[in-house]
């Protein structure tokens, strides 16, 4: 596809389950993001793929929280024993690796509802 | 680290006025700065940008000045439509990185 595409685009699960969501971004893009958009919280980093290199992990909130890049394209984020404050549309996004000043890309995230 | 902050909304105008979204940023290094917009129900979408001291981005009237006497990158417009009602994020990104920071968004309402 042309853009980021997110799945599923909706998600409710019960506290306590895990969950996987996933991100395909824009074909050629070295640098993958993922953030968590809670009400009244603005956009919070959870972490960064650049290329072959190490991912930033330095956002997540907690070890139940992790996400792997498969091939330098599809990532899953997933996050064990959900709980409520995880309730949040998570957001990915994707850009070339062209430095700073590179614009991202964005998909349309995944709302995930814990109840 | 480096931090984004930007003003507190809902900032709300009648159509026609002039719109000020104040952002500043901390950042050991030359970062650069953004606007992203989100419209209701639409994805995250890149507005503006600069990526030196001094640049003015702009994009559909909007515009921003990077400041760095002052670390500020704050948006303007100077007649706002109902169209432009979204929510408006600062970020910036740094070194020879992609990895952008954002502040909390600006939610703007815009009024006939």
């Known amino acids: 596809g042309a853009g980021v595409s997110q799945s599923p685009s909706n998600k409710v699960t019960e506290k306590g389950k895990d969950v996987e969501l996933r991100c395909d971004p824009i074909s050629g893009h070295t640098a993958l993001y993922w953030y968590r958009q809670s009400l009244g919280q603005g956009l919070e980093f959870l972490i960064y793929?650049?290329?072959?290199?190490?991912?930033?992990k330095s956002g997540l909130p907690s070890d139940r929280f992790s996400a792997e890049r498969t091939g330098g394209s599809v990532s899953t984020l997933t996050i064990q024993r959900t709980q409520q404050e995880d309730s949040a549309v998570y957001l990915c996004?994707?850009?070339?690796?062209?430095?700073?000043?590179?614009?991202?890309?964005f998909g349309q995230g995944t709302r995930l509802t814990v109840v | 680290g480096n931090s984004v902050t930007q003003m507190e909304g809902p900032v709300t105008l009648s159509e026609e006025a002039f719109l000020t979204i104040n952002c500043t940023y901390t950042a050991t290094g030359y970062p650069s700065l953004f606007w992203y917009v989100q419209y209701p129900g639409e994805g995250l979408q890149l507005l503006l940008k600069?990526?030196?001291?001094?640049d003015k981005g702009s994009n559909k009237g909007f515009e921003a000045t990077y400041r760095k006497e002052t670390t500020s990158f704050h948006l303007e417009k100077g007649s706002v439509q109902v169209s432009d009602s979204a929510v408006y994020f600062c970020a910036l990104s740094e070194g020879n990185t992609d990895k952008l920071i954002f502040g909390t968004g600006t939610r703007l309402q815009v009024f006939p």
């Open positions: 793929f650049q290329g072959n290199s190490a991912p930033d």
């Open positions: 600069a990526t030196k001291a001094d």
């Open positions: 996004a994707s850009s070339p690796n062209r430095g700073s000043g590179t614009e991202a890309f």
